[in-house]
């Protein structure tokens, strides 16, 4: 079997790339590392001991996309590719929507005229926007806050009306909780440029010495402690969520949707001292004022997943929390 994977140097591209190798899947990755590393290609390469083929394209270069159709055969896509900053896709929504949107059509269209017509997509929690009771269950109304989130959203409805147009397609959409931690090896990653926006990346920059406080976003939400509760997954059980899809869509045709998350709500404080105790280090916070958006919490019915595509998540937080630090400790700059 021979997967395109777009996106693939990403933080959970890579890893699932990582998990395609060791299950002897051929791969082709495609990606520009407008958010990624170069050197992430020979991690992989070394994590694996295994090769794959590597495009440096852009999902949106249709020519490209052709010619790589045209000279393999491929069975199956799991597109990742995408810009995923909430707070950037506030700010300057039409770059989200070009990119994230036409990119997705461009790769529909030449999947469809190459019959290549399996398909595994990178969706989110975030198209739940704020739901009214929890857990969250696929078939929950959908709603989005942020130009990012309806990218998602508004991709999803495409895929179900391009299936609706051709029942030989076969779509498996995964939307994911809140992943996090690393690759055990300490390979691969996540390591935004900059300040982090999401809480993992941020506490590790804090444990690390590179920032010096973390700002705990409100603790006057209606939860245990007052901090947001999210579903926090280990990146490698995503990873091998992604594996599972692909046997269900090679044996299915149809398009349906799978929470990928653990089912288990942490609050921040939760994460903070978790981490701490794992890793032996202190984490300074302060308590500021809520950041706009944000929800009070927010943590999947995994129960489906389970059912239709045998996955479920197996590391627990400490696993998430150590895997993260080894990750920064072995890459510090
Ligand atoms: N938080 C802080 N301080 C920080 C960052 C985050 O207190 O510096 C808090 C937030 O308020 C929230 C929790 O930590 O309660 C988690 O925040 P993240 O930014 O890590 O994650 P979100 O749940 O807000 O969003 C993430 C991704 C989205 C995705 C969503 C899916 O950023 O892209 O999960 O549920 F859509």
Redesign the pocket.
């Known amino acids: 079997m021979t997967v395109l994977v777009t996106g693939g140097t990403g933080y959970i591209g890579s890893h699932t790339v990582v998990e395609l190798l060791e299950n002897k899947i051929k791969v082709i990755v495609i990606d520009n590392f407008t958010n990624s590393k170069r050197e992430v290609v020979d991690r992989i390469k070394k994590i694996t001991g295994k090769d794959f083929i590597f495009y440096e394209k852009d999902v949106c270069d249709k020519e490209a996309l052709r010619k790589i159709f045209q000279k393999h055969s491929i069975d199956a896509v799991i597109h990742f590719a995408g810009y995923?900053?909430?707070g950037e896709s506030v700010k300057d929504p039409l770059k989200y929507y070009q990119n994230n949107l036409f990119s997705t059509i461009q790769l529909l269209q030449v999947m469809d005229e190459a019959d290549c017509r399996k398909l595994v997509f990178s969706s989110?929690?975030?198209v739940?926007g704020n739901p009214k009771t929890l857990p969250i269950k696929e078939d929950f109304p959908l709603s989005t806050t942020n130009p990012?989130?309806t990218t998602?959203w508004m991709i999803e409805q495409i895929l179900r009306d391009v299936e609706r147009s051709n029942s030989n397609w076969s779509i498996a959409i995964l939307r994911?909780?809140?992943p996090?931690g690393a690759h055990p090896s300490g390979l691969l990653g996540e390591d935004p440029n900059g300040i982090?926006?999401?809480?993992?990346?941020?506490i590790m920059k804090v444990a690390n010495h590179e920032l010096g406080t973390?700002?705990?976003?409100?603790n006057d939400?209606n939860t245990k402690d007052g901090?947001?509760?999210?579903?926090y997954i280990h990146v490698v059980d995503l990873a091998k969520g992604h594996l599972k899809a692909l046997d269900k869509i090679a044996k299915t045709t149809g398009v349906d949707a799978y929470n990928l998350g653990t089912g288990i709500g942490y609050?921040?404080l939760e994460?903070i001292h978790t981490f701490e105790k794992v890793n032996g280090v202190k984490i300074n916070y302060r308590i500021?004022d809520?950041?706009p958006?944000?929800?009070d919490a927010?943590y999947a019915d995994a129960s489906y997943a389970e059912k239709e595509l045998g996955w479920k998540a197996e590391k627990s937080l400490e696993d998430m929390c150590r895997d993260a630090y080894h990750y920064i400790v072995q890459n510090k700059k």
């Not at 973390?214 to 409100?218: A, P």
């Open positions: 995923k900053a909430v989110s929690a975030t739940y990012y989130g998602k994911y909780f809140n996090i982090p926006n999401n809480l993992m990346p941020y973390l700002n705990v976003f409100g939400y901090t947001g509760v999210r579903d609050s921040v994460m500021t809520r950041r958006g944000d929800i927010c």
